[in-house]
T-cell receptor, first 109, second 113 residues
Framework: GENVEQHPSTLSVQEGDSAVIKCTYSDSASNYFPWYKQELGKRPQLIIDIRSNVGEKKDQRIAVTLNKTAKHFSLHITETQPEDSAVYFCADGTEKLTFGTGTRLTIIP | DSGVTQTPKHLITATGQRVTLRCSPRSGDLSVYWYQQSLDQGLQFLIQYYNGEERAKGNILERFSAQQFPDLHSELNLSSLELGDSALYFC????????????FGPGTRLTVT
């Protein structure tokens, strides 16, 4: 990818509610869109990804949606729990990954 | 545990010095990627190696270089260090050449004083 914009930069959500993080990309050739979760001082961990030939993918409480026409993709976390608190990064790419600037998600008990 | 290992965990050095960071990919992975993460910043792609050869370059400074050895481990060399080089350096690995699932190591925290 060339450039990825990620919003919001911070997000506070009441425990049990849903959280949505959005990313917009510019490279129309991008065909792979992963999401990473990074806890403080830890490594980024791949939590879900989607390829350009798929519009939506779900894994338990986490889902990703992709709109190729609008060039944006979103991470949805339902029934949020305190352990979901972390920084989330989106990325896009063809030969290499370009990462967004991150969203600091805080789950309020 | 992702299966990717990095050493050392922490490194403190002075400006002008040179350091080498080491990464061993997951068993079976042929691609290694290096990223820099400054304080409260995102992940900046530096360079990718696949099966010993350089495949893609990002915003890597000329003072930085890398290589991947026949056993597939990789080293990132940082020279003429500046204060601004202080950051977390991650390597990641993936199976093939095409962009896909990348698994990150625990990182090396470099502090330049």
């Amino acid at each position: 990818g060339e450039n990825v914009e990620q919003h919001p930069s911070t997000l506070s959500v009441q425990e049990g509610d849903s959280a949505v993080i959005k990313c917009t990309y510019s490279d129309s050739a991008s065909n792979y869109f992963p999401w990473y979760k990074q806890e403080l001082g830890k490594r980024p961990q791949l939590i879900i990804d989607i390829r350009s030939n798929v519009g939506e993918k779900k894994d338990q409480r986490i889902a990703v949606t992709l709109n190729k026409t609008a060039k944006h993709f979103s991470l949805h976390i339902t029934e949020t729990q305190p352990e979901d608190s972390a920084v989330y990064f989106c990325a896009d790419g063809t030969e290499k990954l370009t990462f967004g600037t991150g969203t600091r998600l805080t789950i309020i008990p | 545990d992702s299966g990717v290992t990095q050493t050392p965990k922490h490194l403190i050095t002075a400006t002008g010095q040179r350091v080498t960071l080491r990464c061993s990919p997951r068993s079976g992975d042929l691609s290694v990627y290096w990223y820099q993460q400054s304080l409260d910043q995102g992940l900046q792609f530096l360079i990718q190696y696949y099966n010993g050869e350089e495949r893609a370059k990002g915003n890597i400074l000329e003072r930085f270089s890398a290589q991947q050895f026949p056993d597939l481990h990789s080293e990132l060399n940082l020279s003429s260090l500046e204060l601004g080089d202080s950051a977390l350096y991650f390597c990641a690995s993936s199976v093939g050449l095409d962009v896909g699932e990348q698994y990150f190591g625990p990182g090396t925290r470099l502090t330049v004083t």
